[in-house]
């Protein structure tokens, strides 16, 4: 065995050469995989006495593509170009062997060499989209003439992981190994290939796939139509299809320029740098500075769930869909039974479009179940109260609780906005009392924001955090304030949006400028979709905001037709005279003169009072780092990736910006508007959220 470098060893079993890379934690193509990766394949193919070539990996994965710390900063080592050439051009054939993933830049490695063999538990994909990109190292040329067009479009652009299995179906890799034997199998098929004298095939050379496709510009247009609410805002999607597109269009060497120049106009844009960004963000969101990755945490084998309204039923969705049971307490029969009933449908609806076999369905139900007796979740690991949001029935529940909850149970509270240590006193252990506010719909929406009480312990926060990521959600630890961190930014913008609305903007006015920014909607399509009868009693209704008088009009939203906007039998909405009327006779009744509102002060104005809360969040320690925040928006909230999130965005229009506006809404229209002292702070230090350490 020899040591190319610290991270690549070259050995030899036989006549056939063995380059092993072990570049902790996913192998990832930096400096020095590179140079390892060209010295090794120089050395072996200079051998006479070697006769094939097998790269394998050590660890969890084979190479999971570009080492994207590396990016934006000043290139080193050999080119991944200089590499794929050498292992293409090679005089002896190279057999990638693949286990865990073959990503981006590693299966664009993979697909250099002339033969592929990979573990059934192995993927491939290429999900440079993801963050921002496209392969940029032949990887769009190369895939389709395997794969097909269709396929590799759909590769592309959605950056799936395709397993072992579809791709052997595929062609994208030529033989299954048995698990846990890559090597040797590996080791087995190079000899095959020798033995046999195949060919040294270059998937450069294989065109049929592409030039099936030669002529038929509608593939690419029937794609794009396909996915154009999917794809709306991002620039990626648009410049993986023209890759593609170039493939099927120009000889393999052109079809590579023209991949380069896609490349570099999405590498060096905004976009791509906003995405790199949430890529690390996301990660970062687990890492808890005061409770070490080895706290104990508490098994959880058994789930309660209390309430099976519109949050409960989800939340235990969450649960049964990996196999945890889960039982779901109510008080009455008929809101139980209509509560299992939705999660019924929820299944059903997805094995309808063949998401989920029957069988699966009836396993998850099986592992639900109903109860009216709050005694039966005495023997659950964790509880989680979903019930309505009202302080003195939290408290009721949780004084019940902390009586039939065996000890070491968790105790987590589904609460919006109510404070969690005041819960938390309803029991005599607060230390097992801990926030857990899913959104909605909660088996959909991948945010979870953890709530720490002041009194909860660490095992129950790490328990928590681990559960999180258990049922596939990402977990944002955050602190005790009206609304934690997502709601109360919220707030923010929903203010202002009614404010704009009194003086002079239309609710579709606000909502364009926030769909076109790149939320799915605006606050006001949103409420309508909601329904604007959450929280509104109509005993209490004294038509005192234009939210009342629509609710008396019984325009309570999409539900009932009507709502802010006016819906026909699609629910396709339109913007209502009727709802014009009502704000002309607010603004008559305030002494309003209506005046017109520019797109860029509706925007300012719902945004940047939002990165001042976000400010006033950090500056009390209720999120641990401003990308927190952002990760919170992003996958709470529909805020575009490719716009980093609140935080992200206030550094990129500059801190200065939003602190002028502020103090200059401040003296004209109150304290709402007073600048947070973080964000003062920072822009006389000419700094961003991203200095914050
Ligand atoms: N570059 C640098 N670091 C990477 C990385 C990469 N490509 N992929 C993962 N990492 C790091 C993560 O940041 C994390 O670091 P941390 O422990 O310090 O937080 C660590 O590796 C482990 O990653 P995960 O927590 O994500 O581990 P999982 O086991 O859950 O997932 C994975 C493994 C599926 C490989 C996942 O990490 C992943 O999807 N990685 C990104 C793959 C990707 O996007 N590849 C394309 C890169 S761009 C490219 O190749 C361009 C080319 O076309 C030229
Ligand atoms: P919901 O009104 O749809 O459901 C509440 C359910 O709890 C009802 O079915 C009711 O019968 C039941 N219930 C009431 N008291 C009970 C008791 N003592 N024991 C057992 N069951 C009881 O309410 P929803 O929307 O599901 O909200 C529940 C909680 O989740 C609230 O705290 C809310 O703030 C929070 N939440 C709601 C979100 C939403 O979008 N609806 C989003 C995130 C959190």
């Given at each position: 065995m020899t040591a190319i470098n610290s991270v690549t060893d070259l050995s030899k079993d036989g006549d056939i050469a063995v380059i092993t890379l072990n570049s902790p934690?996913?192998?990832?193509?930096s400096a020095g995989v590179r140079d390892g990766l060209k010295g090794a394949f120089d050395a072996a193919i200079k051998d006479p006495s070697v006769k094939a070539i097998v790269l394998i990996c050590e660890g969890k994965t084979f190479i999971a593509g570009a080492d994207i710390s590396e990016f934006g900063k000043p290139p080193k080592g050999a080119s991944l170009f200089e590499v794929e050439d050498t292992i293409e051009s090679a005089p002896k054939p190279v057999v990638a062997a693949i286990h865990g993933t073959a990503l981006g830049g590693g299966l664009e490695v993979a697909l250099c060499a002339h033969y592929r063999i990979a573990v059934p538990s192995a993927k491939c994909g290429l999900p440079e989209v993801n963050i921002g990109i496209l392969p940029g190292a032949g990887g769009t040329q190369r895939l389709p003439r395997i794969v097909g067009v269709e396929e590799a479009l759909a590769m592309v652009t959605s950056g799936k992981h395709v397993n072992a299995k579809q791709c052997l179906a595929s062609g994208l890799i030529d033989e299954l190994a048995p698990e846990g034997e890559l090597r040797t199998a590996a080791l087995a098929f190079a000899r095959k290939i020798v033995s046999e004298a195949r060919p040294l095939r270059k998937v450069r050379d294989q065109n049929e796939k592409v030039e099936a496709a030669r002529g038929h510009p509608e593939i690419f247009a029937e794609f794009r139509k396909a996915h154009a609410r999917q794809f709306r805002g991002f620039n990626a999607p648009e410049n993986n299809i023209r890759a593609i597109e170039a493939a099927v269009n120009l000889p393999f060497d052109e079809g590579l320029k023209e991949e380069r120049r896609l490349f570099i106009e999405l590498f060096t844009g905004p976009q791509a740098a906003a995405q790199r960004y949430v890529f690390f963000a996301e990660r970062q969101v687990w890492k808890l500075p005061d409770i070490p990755d080895d706290t104990a945490q508490l098994p959880v084998r058994k789930v309660g769930i209390i309430g099976a309204g519109t949050m409960g039923g989800g939340i235990a969705m969450n649960f049964a869909n990996v196999g945890i049971a889960v039982t779901i307490v109510e008080v009455q029969d008929a809101a139980l039974q209509r509560g299992l009933g939705v999660i019924r449908k929820n299944y059903d609806n997805t094995a309808a479009k063949g998401r989920l076999t029957a069988a699966d369905v009836d396993k998850r139900m099986g592992l639900i179940k109903g109860s009216l007796e709050l005694e039966s979740l005495g023997d659950c690991d964790l509880i989680i109260e979903a019930v309505f949001e009202r302080m003195e029935i939290k408290k009721e529940v949780f004084a019940k609780l902390d009586r039939i909850a065996k000890q070491g149970a968790i105790l987590a509270s589904n609460t919006s906005y109510l404070n969690i240590d005041e819960i938390a006193t309803a029991t005599k252990r607060p230390d097992a009392v801990i926030g857990m506010h899913f959104f909605s719909p909660a088996n959909v929406m991948r945010l979870l924001e953890v709530v720490r009480g002041e009194k909860t312990s660490k095992p129950v926060i790490a328990t928590a955090m681990a559960i999180a990521k258990k049922i596939g959600k990402i977990g944002v630890l955050v602190g005790v304030c009206p609304g934690f961190v997502g709601n109360r930014m919220l707030a923010q913008r929903q203010r202002e949006a009614q404010k704009l609305v009194m003086e002079g903007a239309m609710p579709w006015d606000v909502d364009r400028v926030l769909y076109d920014f790149g939320f799915p909607m605006g606050p006001f399509a949103m409420s309508d979709l909601a329904g604007l009868d959450i929280g509104w009693v109509k005993e209490n209704s004294r038509g005192e905001t234009i939210r009342d008088v629509l609710c008396e009009m019984d325009r309570r939203g999409q539900k009932t037709g009507a709502g802010y906007y006016d819906y026909d039998e699609k629910r396709n909405r339109k913007p209502s005279p009727v709802t014009e009327k009502i704000i002309s006779e607010f603004r008559a009744r305030a002494g309003i003169t209506a005046r017109k509102i520019e797109d860029g002060e509706i925007l300012e104005r719902c945004i940047y009072p939002m990165i001042n809360e976000g400010a006033k969040i950090l500056e009390e320690g209720k999120a641990i780092r401003a990308s927190d925040i952002d990760i919170v928006w992003i996958n709470g909230y529909g805020w575009p990736v490719y716009e980093g999130g609140p935080m992200y965005y206030g550094d990129a229009v500059g801190l200065g910006k939003v602190l002028d506006r502020m103090q200059s809404w401040h003296k004209s229209m109150g304290d709402v508007f007073k600048p947070a002292a973080l964000l003062e702070k920072l822009v006389a230090e000419g700094k961003g959220f991203k200095d914050l350490k």
């Open positions: 934690p996913v192998n990832a193509l």
